[in-house]
């Protein structure tokens, strides 16, 4: 219930548990990129030494484990190659599933509703199931080890999802505002490239950003298709790369894991009631 | 029964005043309703005496309790809501049950009670189906079922008539009334429909902007409106409120009659009326027009009922006239009632 | 549009080819669909029956050319594989239990969360973390806190006289312990995506409801678990299942944790696919035991539908 006070009389004990309630969540689920932060900035000596306090800083924080990042490893080239495929993808992704989601929305009758559900449920059918024969495909186009690999085959997941979202979103549009503007002398194609596409940019931006986030998190298809280290995403660039024999660069790695993580986060944070709204509206009804 | 009495109460969200210094009170059995247009504060006084909105100022008492502090289930009163609020996961049965096993009554003696609340209404037969597959005044009746089930001491009503068809209104209008006599709970009714106010309340709070402008039967809210907010908030067609120099003149369009129609001349007051529109309605016919040398540039609605046969066209000029008594005077500034005062060229 | 009145020009848009087609809606639905379901056909249907067909034959990484058809051959090889009983066990139990503890942390978070208070944006922030973090990323902070030799757990238990002198878990290293980090892991992720479709589900009932609750005399626990709940069950149903198929299909966590280890107990179909076809060369191997996952995500898919029309409060 948003917005709303719930119950006129609470107890200050009620509140209290409740408030106990959520800091143990959030120390649950934060805690680990607390823990990321901590490390990136720890001198490695303190970290190795295990009859040290790890929660203090035993000597002083040091830039070095940034340093080295940046620095000594393909980390930044990495977060471009991710950032350059999610690009694409997400232009792809927009290309097909926006579309896509007005044709399930207005166009297909009865049958768009089913065919709504069905198109999202190839999202489930997993990596894992796919990569094998997609790896194929891919040795057969020439992509191996090349990023367009990951273009190409990045939309089979996002589109499904992306579709049935949008699907979501230009469902709750009243089609009182385009049969108003067909009647003004738009052709229904026209009302949605005027009218519609313009009402639903919340609806398109929320999408953008999932699919980006999607993009980001893969992990399978990236560490089966790409073999160089310069062409990684940061997925797996960092768990493959990061490693060096039975050395693991603790403090890199985790710097690396929590520059990766955090933005998008804020990102989605924005994002996520206008999400919820689209996936319960697509689901409901 | 319960008497309610509300001191000074008042509710601020943020630096909006829905509720604004209200004082109240509500005798045993007696059927109030709080009238008034949407924004004004009706339905937010409601919840505070319900319990579900805390009072930023002032009392509330309840039976002659102060129950400021009082969750809801704690005050003895039962709520119908304007959406009914029926839990649509559960039967009929259920539903009007629920209270009893919220507040631990003995488990032999629900279904008995439930019977007996379903009968009052007439619904024992949907007792073993859900909500969905009712219609509106139906959802209503079972709402209404499970407030009685609890015998409280008070009963809230939420514009618990505004989902019904027209039609279906009136009937349950009655059907509401004829309800509150027979077991006669305190009842406190909210609506933004004047009609309904007028047909069941035995006495009308009329509110607005988080004030109540004036209490009364019907009659005297009526006849004796306090200012011209009650005065054009009553009544279907509005009273015909005219600025003039000095003060607003009132009046209600079913008064003013033709000259000839009026029994007797005594205390008559002869007026112009020129009509532009006539409307016939079946039961009445309203004319729409000016007060031809009085008023000329302000519309005059005037309801003439049926058994008044009078011909009147478009554009005819008419003798009209109404009783002294009839003319209601506003102040210019403030809109409160005045004295009367003189504003028609002597015969 | 197609009609217009006799005195108006017409417009040229109308008559021309691209014109009809901008209004005739049955093509023109059909036409903005297409290329998505192309796209879906191509990359998914077809490599599904690739994938269907290398699980009957004998291809590896090395072939070239078509491989030969060996019938159910695969797939007897893979269950009589020692490991693959445990690696189908190990599915169910991280993807149920996990999905278990889930659900109801879920639960009480999104009851929690339905108050207003100050900050809820950056607290909202902090619950999505898991979830929005690149897996392999969250996976990999997890997997330093899990160290065997600098594990922050181990040292805040020992510190807080938890642990004793001779406890010191090896979280990733100890067979039943790797379990449960795993299922940790597992749930931590999972547990923003279920509270938040909750917090949606739970918000989609009208308020009335519960002031009607209130008025009636229902104590929190009875308006919890007589009003709330059913209310929200379809839709956490659906919550549920979504994340039953992430864990059940999850092959990341465990591979940057333990790939499988210690000695195959934490391995799963998904890991074991994997290793079998890209570390060990056969491709038509990997695909028979990946396809062991069809029929638990086509039932899960069914209910989904199923739950999914029932969410709706009338």
């Given at each position: ?152 085959v990045y939309p089979s997941f996002t589109i499904p999802f992306c579709s049935w979202l949008l699907m ?118 | ?347 | ?62 072939t070239h050319g078509w491989p030969s058809f060996v019938g159910l051959a695969n797939f007897r090889h ?42 809820k944006w950056v607290v909202r922030l902090m619950i999505l973390l898991p979830w929005v973090a690149p ?180």
């Open positions: 219930m948003p917005g709303e006070r719930r119950g006129a009389i609470t107890s200050p004990l009620s509140r209290g548990v409740n408030f106990g309630v959520i800091a143990a969540f959030v120390a649950f689920t934060a805690f680990p990129f607390f823990w990321m932060v901590i490390t990136t900035f720890k001198h490695t000596l303190d970290l190795m030494n295990p009859a040290n306090n790890p929660f203090l800083f035993n000597q002083l924080p040091t830039l070095a484990h940034l340093r080295m990042l940046f620095q000594e490893t393909a980390y930044a080239k990495w977060l471009w190659n991710t950032a350059w495929v999610g690009g694409i993808v997400v232009i792809i992704t927009l290309l097909l599933a926006v579309p896509a989601g007005y044709s399930l929305a207005r166009l297909s009758g009865t049958s768009g509703e089913q065919l709504g559900i069905g198109i999202f449920l190839t999202y489930l059918v997993p990596p894992t199931i796919l990569f094998i024969p997609l790896s194929r495909v891919v040795t057969f186009l020439g992509l191996t080890d090349s990023l367009w690999s990951l273009v190409v979501g979103f230009f469902k709750v549009i009243p089609p009182d505002i385009e049969e108003a503007a067909m009647i003004d002398g738009l052709s229904r194609f026209g009302a949605f490239l005027r009218v519609v596409l313009p009402i639903s940019v919340a609806g398109i931006l929320t999408t953008v950003i999932f699919t980006f986030t999607l993009v980001t998190q893969e992990f399978v298809y990236a560490l089966t298709f790409i073999s160089s280290s310069a062409k990684f995403t940061v997925s797996v660039g960092v768990p493959t790369f990061l490693v060096r024999g039975d050395v693991y660069f603790w403090g890199s790695m985790m710097a690396a894991c929590f520059i990766a993580s955090f933005p998008i986060a804020i990102l989605y944070n924005l994002f996520v009631d206008r999400f919820i709204a689209g996936f319960t509206g697509g689901a409901v009804k | 029964m319960a008497t309610v009495t509300i001191r000074n109460l008042e509710k601020r969200f943020g630096d909006v005043r829905a509720v604004d210094g209200i004082d109240l009170s509500v005798e045993e059995r007696e059927f109030l309703v709080l009238l008034g247009p949407s924004g004004c504060g009706k339905t937010t006084l409601l919840r505070m005496i319900a319990g579900l909105e805390r009072q930023t100022r002032g009392d509330i008492l309840i039976g002659g309790q102060v129950v400021n502090d009082l969750p809801p289930r704690a005050r003895k009163i039962a709520m119908v809501f304007q959406s009914y609020a029926l839990y649509p996961h559960m039967t009929v049965r259920d539903n009007i049950a629920f209270p009893l096993k919220a507040q631990g009554v003995e488990k032999a003696s629900i279904p008995e009670r439930v019977e007996r609340a379903a009968a009052m209404f007439g619904i024992e037969l949907f007792l073993n189906r859900k909500p969905r597959e009712l219609s509106g005044g139906e959802r209503q009746r079972v709402a209404l079922a499970r407030a009685v089930v609890r015998e409280p001491t008070l009963f809230l009503l939420d514009e618990p008539l505004s989902n019904l068809d027209a039609k279906l209104r009136t009937l349950a209008r009655d059907e509401l009334k004829q309800f509150q006599r027979r077991i006669g709970t305190t009842t406190i009714y909210v609506t933004h429909d004047q009609i309904e106010a007028m047909g069941l309340g035995d006495r009308i709070v009329v509110m607005c902007g988080g004030k109540v402008r004036q209490v009364g039967s019907p009659q005297e809210v009526y006849d004796n409106p306090a200012d011209t907010f009650v005065a054009g908030f009553l009544g279907s067609p509005p009273m015909n409120l005219l600025r003039g120099d000095d003060c607003t003149v009132g009046f209600r369009p079913e008064r003013f009659l033709p000259l000839a129609v009026h029994e007797s001349r005594e205390e008559l007051v002869p007026l112009w009326f020129r009509v532009n529109r006539v409307e016939d309605l079946g039961s009445d016919r309203l004319l729409y027009g000016t007060l031809h040398d009085t008023f000329p540039n302000e519309r005059v609605i005037v309801n003439l009922p049926f058994t008044v046969h009078f011909p009147v066209v478009a554009g005819g000029v008419y003798e009209f006239a109404i009783k002294e008594k009839d003319i209601k005077f506003f102040d210019k500034a403030t809109g409160r009632r005045t004295e009367p005062r003189r504003f028609w060229a002597k015969r | 549009m197609k009609q217009t009145a006799g005195d108006l020009p017409a417009r040229p848009a109308d008559t021309g080819f691209f014109g009809r087609l901008a209004d005739d809606e049955k093509v023109l639905g059909r036409l903005m669909l297409a290329p998505a379901i192309t796209y879906i056909v191509a990359l998914i249907g077809f490599p599904l029956l690739l994938a269907l067909f290398y699980s009957v034959s004998n291809v590896t990484v090395g893979a269950i009589g594989n020692p490991t693959f009983p445990r690696a189908l066990w190990n599915t169910l139990v991280f993807a149920l239990v996990s999905q278990f503890f889930v659900m109801i942390l879920a639960t009480i978070l999104a009851i929690s969360l339905q108050r207003e208070f100050r900050g897996i392999s990323l969250g996976s990999i902070g997890w997997l330093w806190m899990f160290d065997s030799v600098y594990s922050v757990i181990n040292w805040t238990g020992r510190a807080l006289g938890i642990f004793g002198k001779d406890t010191w878990p090896i979280w990733l290293g100890q067979p039943t312990l790797a379990m449960g980090s795993v299922i940790t892991v597992h749930v931590w992720r999972l547990l923003p995506l279920a509270t938040v479709i909750l917090l949606g589900g739970l918000s989609g009932i009208p308020k009335d409801i519960h002031d009607a609750a209130q008025m009636d005399g229902a104590g929190v626990l009875r308006h919890h678990f007589q009003i709330t709940v059913p209310l929200v069950r379809p839709i956490a149903l659906v919550a549920l299942l979504f994340g039953t198929v992430y864990a059940f299909t999850d092959m990341i966590v465990i591979y940057v944790l333990t790939r499988g280890g210690p000695y195959e107990t934490t391995q799963v179909l998904s890991t074991l696919a994997f290793f079998t076809g890209i570390d060990g060369g056969d491709l038509g191997g990997g695909a028979a035991i990946a396809l062991f996952l069809f029929p638990v995500l086509a039932a899960c898919a069914v209910l989904i539908l199923r739950f999914a029309r029932q969410a709706e409060v009338t």
